[in-house]
Structure formats: C-alpha cells, structure tokens
C-alpha cells in the first residue's frame, strides 16, 4: 500500500524523470521506518482520501513533525531575512550620507591636488623658458647692452672730468673686457643654435 501511495504521489507531482525517481526510491533507513509509522495506522479509506483530495493531502503533509519543523525553520530564516533588510534599509540614508561625503573628499583633493598641478607645470614651462637657448641668448644681449651702457656712462663721466685717468682706465678696462666677453659668447651661442 505504501510503494501504490509514493508511486501516485510522484504521478501528482509530475515527477516524470528518471533521476527523480531513483532518488525517491532510494529513502534511507531511518526515514523509511519513520513513513511507514506515520502510515501503518491509516486506514485504506485514508490513504484513498489522502490520494484523492489534495486539501486532505496538504493538510496530513503539514500536520507531520518533519514538515513542522521545516515550515519553522523556513519562517524564522524568513524573519530573520526581513529584519536584515530593515537593518539595511535603515543603513541607507547613512550610506548614502558616507557616499556623498566621499565623493566632496574626492572633489576637494582633486581639485587641490589639480591646481598643486597646474601650478607646478607652471613652474616648469617658466623654468624651461628660462632655459631656453632663445631666452638665454636674450639674457646674454641684455647684459652686453647694459655694460655697453656703463662703459659709455663712464667714458662720459671721464669726458665730463668726474674721474681720473687711473680710476676710468681700470674700470674702463673691465668693462670692456666684460662686454667682449659676453659679445663672445653670444656669437659662440648664436651660431651653435643656427
């Protein structure tokens, strides 16, 4: 009676498969015994019942202690679902709070880590101009200018008599020996950049 009522169980259930089948088939021991207790004192009349009316069979099926326990089990991992996600529904807002406080971290570094940037590429671009062989050679006539200047300002100091002879020949001398210097190195530059 028992293997009729599995068999027309599986039928129900539409349990068509093969694996299904052997699976069912093969009940351990234990569970076995415990089955055949809970149907040995029904009578045909019930098991018919049970068989034919599917209220009967889900109201025997939830009155058993193993599906007890598992529809107790399944409402408390239930519960406990649901106050997770009221927790992280109640973590939301600070989430999202932390989130936004990030994000104005982020924007506020980048945007003195940008401008330490900007300022130091700055710095590079006037150091490189500062270095550039048109800059230095600018730098070089500018300075020949200028002691070409002090030379003519004391030539004229001396025609002025401001000055003696010895004083305006040293320092005559050195400037001039200054200018030709530098009138030499910047020829020696101007060429080599040609």
Known sequence: MFTRFRASQQHQRGSSSSSTSSNT????????DALIAVFKDKSDDELRKLLDKNEAYQQFL???????????VKDELCEENLQLADENLRKEPRIMELRNQYKIIC?????????KLNEL?????????????LYLLQRIQVAMNKTEEESENL???????EMDLGAFLMKYKNLRTAYHRKSLIHLAAKTSTI
């Open 155 to 161: 030539h004229q100091q001396f025609l002025d008599r």
């Open 121 to 133: 590429e700055k710095q590079k671009e006037e150091r490189l101009k500062l270095n550039s062989p």
């Open 107 to 115: 924007k506020t570094e980048l945007a003195v880590a940008q401008e």
């Open 25 to 32: 088939s093969h009940v351990p021991p234990a569970q076995a």
């Open 62 to 72: 939830c009155s058993l202690e193993e599906v007890k326990i598992q529809n107790s």
